[in-house]
């Protein structure tokens, strides 16, 4: 009789699975990456630039965890093309990578506009196209999307983001329709307001953070550590019925007028 107290719960086993994390040298990506390495996935990080992945990647090893290293930019198609073969079958994709470029919509350029769009939204698709190829071979797979509160919600000066984050969600929605007869489950995570480096001015700048922490039922900024939980469960056969949904890791923002 296996010990029930330490043998994984197969629901939320990811032993044997191989999962491709973009933006995880730092952030959310890496709590995410570090979750499902946890939980007994092989992960391959990705980040642009291969210094610091390769940094990120000996301290996961350090942790006893399995990772692999893919340095490439999520919005160059053909480092993607050239890319993914070489990583072997994917079975699980979090299109995480993502960048801000804020600043008042009359004054956004368009290449910051285009940019974000790009890195945001575009390489989502761009992904996903590449890897579904295999996961439909294979009759299964797991697409996680990081899409927003913003991909509900508004504020000034992030206009291009929260339209990329707006049209993640419906990819994520349109992929779980398109992919669903193969047994593909597409998902998005929601974060809310999370200490994160690309969040540290807003964090440090003592209105805002009242701001945030008033408007947060929570009443505190989000752990990056605090959203590996969904990113195992979206990931695991414990979500096999699960497709086109977003789970809102928010501390109850959305909820609150
Ligand atoms: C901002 C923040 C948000 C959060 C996150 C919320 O400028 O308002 O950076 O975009 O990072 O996206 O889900």
Excluded at 25 to 41: D, I, T, V
Excluded at 98 to 106: A, D, K, Q, V
Excluded at 117 to 136: C, H, K, P, Q
Aim: glycine letters at 10%.
């Amino acid at each position: 009789m296996p010990d029930t107290q330490t043998a994984p719960n197969p629901l939320f086993d990811l032993t044997g699975r191989r999962a491709l994390v973009t933006g995880s040298s730092r952030g959310l990506g890496l709590a995410m990456a570090r979750g499902l390495a946890r939980a007994g996935a092989t992960v391959v990080l990705n980040g642009r630039d291969p210094a610091t992945l390769r940094t990120t990647a000996e301290t996961l090893r350090t942790e006893g965890l399995n990772v692999e290293e893919a340095a490439f930019d999520v919005a160059d198609e053909e480092a993607i093309r050239r890319t993914i073969p070489s990583l072997g079958p994917i079975d699980i994709l979090v299109n995480n990578a993502g960048i801000h470029r804020r600043g008042p919509l009359t004054d956004l350029s368009t290449e910051d506009w285009d940019a974000v769009l790009r890195t945001n939204l575009t390489s989502a698709f761009l992904l996903g196209r590449e890897v579904a190829r295999g996961m439909i071979e294979r009759r299964r797979g797991k697409i996680i999307n990081t899409c927003s509160v913003m991909s509900e919600v508004a504020r000034p000066t992030i206009a291009n983001y929260a339209a990329a984050k707006g049209g993640l969600k419906m990819l994520t929605r349109a992929m779980a329709v398109e992919w669903g007869p193969h047994n593909i489950q597409v998902n998005g995570i929601g974060p809310g307001y999370m200490r994160t480096e690309l969040n540290r001015p807003l964090v440090e700048n003592p209105e805002f953070n009242q701001w945030i922490c008033g408007r947060t039922p929570l009443r505190r900024w989000g752990d990056p550590e605090e959203l590996a939980g969904t990113a195992v469960y979206l990931a695991s056969p414990a979500s096999d019925f699960i497709t086109g949904q977003v789970i809102y890791v928010d501390g109850g923002i959305l909820a609150a007028l």
